[in-house]
């Protein structure tokens, strides 16, 4: 499975960006994004159940980030609002053939698929 991920860019603190992920085939079971800055672990952004469309998110960005997928397209989105600059950072799609349930605590090693990334920077 190939993901490409796009729609990163420089925004302010306050505005919002749109991430998406291009998926080459939609028999993913879960599909989420992480985040990753410099010397620091991937973190976990937020997934979504493929065939449900249940989502979780991380408390950091609960209320401001949306995680939603077009399945004709096979894409995944994250609509990010009322940044800030600690959202700063190298955003990766990442997916698996497992359908887990919302609460489970997924990290990057539920995941075997992953995108390129694309950087998403906030100024404050």
């Known amino acids: 499975v190939q993901l490409q991920a796009y729609g990163g860019g420089l925004v302010q603190t306050g505005g919002s960006l749109r991430l998406a992920c291009a998926a080459s085939?939609?028999?993913?079971?879960?599909m989420g994004w992480f985040r990753q800055n410099p010397g620091k672990e991937r973190e976990f952004v937020g997934a979504?159940?493929?065939?449900?469309?249940?989502?979780n998110y991380a408390d950091s960005v609960k209320g401001r980030f949306t995680i939603s997928r077009d399945r004709a397209k096979n894409t995944l989105y994250l609509q990010m609002n009322s940044l800030k600059p600690e959202d700063t950072g190298v955003y990766y799609c990442?997916?698996?053939?497992?359908?887990?349930?919302?609460?489970?605590?997924?990290?990057?090693?539920?995941?075997?698929?992953w995108g390129q990334g694309t950087l998403v920077t906030v100024s404050s």
């Open positions: 990442a997916g698996t053939y497992r359908a887990f349930i919302t609460s489970t605590r997924l990290n990057e090693g539920h995941f075997g698929f």
């Open positions: 979504i159940r493929w065939s449900m469309g249940n989502t």
């Open positions: 085939e939609g028999a993913l079971g879960t």
